[in-house]
């Protein structure tokens, strides 16, 4: 069962399935990212499996003009080790409730363009795809 990231310790310890899809992040500095990004509605499920965590899912819920209340999924990733084994599946049928339960209208997220394994992943739990997410880089990381 997900449960939300709410101490340091446990937004530290997903930080390793994370740094799977953000490859990017460096430990040291993700505690005080994610606590930034929690002030801006952010927030972490993650699923333990002895003691360890195998899936993560960052979320927030907002509102705007396109989707009215919906749920973004920022983020989402099964360990490498236990990949199609139900983790991912169950963080999304979790995360359409926490949806359902907060009013939202739509559960919403973005996948890159190289990730076919994800996208049919998304296809099969009923997902579609609705349009194109442009991106400008402003500056480098």
């Given at each position: ?19 799977q ?32 965590v195998?899936?993560v899912a ?7 003009f396109?989707l ?6 920022n983020?989402?990733v ?41 996208h049919?992943f998304y296809f ?14 402003l500056?480098?990381?």
């Open positions: 069962m997900p449960r939300i990231a709410q101490t340091d310790e446990e937004i530290e310890n997903c930080f390793e399935v994370i740094s899809l953000r490859p990017h992040l460096k430990a040291a500095e993700f505690l005080s990212l994610v606590r930034q990004m929690e002030s801006e509605g952010y927030r972490i499920a993650y699923i333990e499996q002895d003691g360890m195998v899936a960052g979320y927030r819920i907002s509102t705007n396109h009215g209340k919906n749920l973004y999924v983020d989402l099964t360990s490498s080790s236990v990949r199609s084994m139900g983790y991912g599946k169950e963080l999304i049928n979790w995360l359409r409730d926490e949806a359902k339960s907060a009013g939202c209208r739509f559960l919403d997220l973005d996948s890159g363009t190289q990730r076919d394994r994800a049919k099969r739990l009923g997902f579609t795809i609705t349009g194109f997410h442009f991106s400008e880089g500056s480098d990381f």
